[in-house]
């Protein structure tokens, strides 16, 4: 009898999650990076640097309330971007993972964007991107640990077209944008479908002397019902290391960058949860970031000073 009672919470609990589960799966929302500045392009295609010919990398961890179970969220983002001088247009490529208990997420696309000079130093970008995002679903991990029944073929989804535009002013010392991604596109009605998002942001970076420099930036994102705020501040020293703080209305965060060599950047970002969702969550996020940029033939942009883009 006693076996059978736990047999049939285990099945109640694995009910209980997919159902939860189904309710989220076609609309969750695109991950809040708090280093904002370090992945611009997920955000926005108009986002890809037009001041030089280099080649730009990053890669990001994002690692959800960690220590917080098994079922906690985790993102992976790699973005790539090259401009091409005498076209005044850059390509760029986005690679996003999401993964929590039963769903993983994945989302590829390809980014282009044209630069318009307006003034001795200003720009305005416009951007497109296009690509795929996909659902994949496997067991849930219950709360004792144990794997629930396989998921029902009535939340799974089918690839779906994954579409976004954005335009972005920028000098030497500003940068301004706003964009729209996930468009309200379905191939199939069994086709993926993200909630549609709306970014705007603006940041400001004013020098104080030859050493030192600050960078706020102010961020808005909207998707449905939910919008959320980032402000950051940002100190740099001698083109070598930055620190600040941001918060969000959900969070707190405390962040750190070094740049390792002439190519390298690596960054850190600690969020720490505010408001109702310390009450669920209390454990803090963790957030790496590893950057290059660099140009095999153009070794002169080695000592580029930093600016308003990266």
Request: glycine share 10%.
């Amino acid at each position: 009898m006693m076996m059978k009672m736990k047999k049939i919470k285990k099945l109640i609990m694995a009910g209980m999650a997919l159902l939860a589960m189904a309710g989220g799966a076609r609309a969750q929302q695109d991950a809040q990076f708090s280093q904002f500045y370090a992945n611009r392009l997920f955000y926005s295609p108009a986002a890809i640097v037009g001041t030089d010919e280099l080649f730009r990398a990053s890669l990001t961890d994002r690692e959800q309330w960690w220590g917080g179970g098994r079922d906690r969220p985790s993102y992976r983002l790699l973005n790539a971007t090259q401009f091409f001088m005498g076209k005044k247009m850059g390509v760029g490529l986005t690679v996003y993972e999401w993964n929590q208990n039963i769903e993983t997420d994945l989302l590829a696309k390809l980014s282009y964007a044209y630069h318009l000079q307006v003034g001795q130093e200003a720009f305005f970008s416009f951007g497109v991107d296009a690509g795929v995002v996909h659902g994949f679903y496997k067991r849930p991990i219950l709360p004792d640990g144990s794997y629930g029944p396989d998921v029902d073929e009535a939340i799974k989804t089918k690839p779906n077209l994954d579409l976004g535009l954005g335009v972005e002013f920028y000098t030497r010392e500003i940068v301004a944008g706003v964009s729209v991604q996930h468009l309200p596109i379905r191939i199939t009605k069994d086709s993926k479908k993200l909630q549609l998002h709306a970014y705007y942001y603006f940041g400001y970076l004013g020098k104080i002397n030859r050493d030192w420099a600050l960078y706020p930036m102010l961020v808005m994102r909207m998707a449905g019902r939910s919008t959320n705020l980032d402000i950051s501040m940002r100190v740099f020293y001698h083109n070598l290391l930055h620190f600040g703080v941001g918060y969000r209305l959900d969070a707190a965060v405390i962040m750190a960058g070094v740049n390792i060599g002439p190519h390298f950047t690596f960054s850190y970002a600690c969020d720490i949860p505010l408001g109702n969702i310390r009450h669920r969550f209390t454990m803090p996020s963790h957030e790496f970031v590893l950057t290059y940029r660099g140009c095999l033939s153009c070794p002169y942009h080695n000592t580029m000073p930093i600016n308003a883009f990266d």
